[in-house]
């Protein structure tokens, strides 16, 4: 089991930063790959950005490209998102997901542990 509790979320305004962050305890952090994923009212999940086992590969979807980083500290047992230049669009609750397999992250957007989500709020 992983347990995983988000926090950094909040309200900023168009053109302002976010460091989100994910704390991991149970088994080994650095044996899982680790993503984020943002959720929307009224709109499905969605892949935000994944980090493999060690930290050395990453991926972003498209629409954060550029403006959002992810990285990990494995000694601390901890995962980021950096967020830069937020936009109105960006606003949703954030989650972080742990898995073996970063493929399972990426392309078929799941995860074998999830945390609770933290609301992100951009204002235009």
């Known amino acids: 089991q992983v347990q995983l509790v988000e926090s950094g979320g909040g309200l900023v305004q168009a053109g302002g930063s976010l460091r989100l962050s994910c704390a991991a305890s149970g088994r080994t952090f650095s044996s899982y790959a680790m993503g984020w994923f943002r959720q929307a009212p009224g709109k499905e999940r969605e892949f935000v950005a994944a980090i493999s086992r060690s930290g050395s590969v990453t991926y972003y979807a498209d629409s954060v490209k550029g403006r959002f980083t992810i990285s990990r500290d494995n000694a601390k047992n901890t995962l980021y998102l950096q967020m830069n230049s937020l936009k109105p669009e960006d606003t949703a609750v954030y989650y972080c997901?742990?898995?073996?397999?970063?493929?399972?992250?990426?392309?078929?957007?799941?995860?074998?542990?999830w945390g609770q989500g933290t609301q992100v709020t951009v204002s235009s």
């Open positions: 997901a742990a898995d073996q397999n970063i493929r399972t992250i990426v392309v078929l957007t799941r995860g074998d542990y």
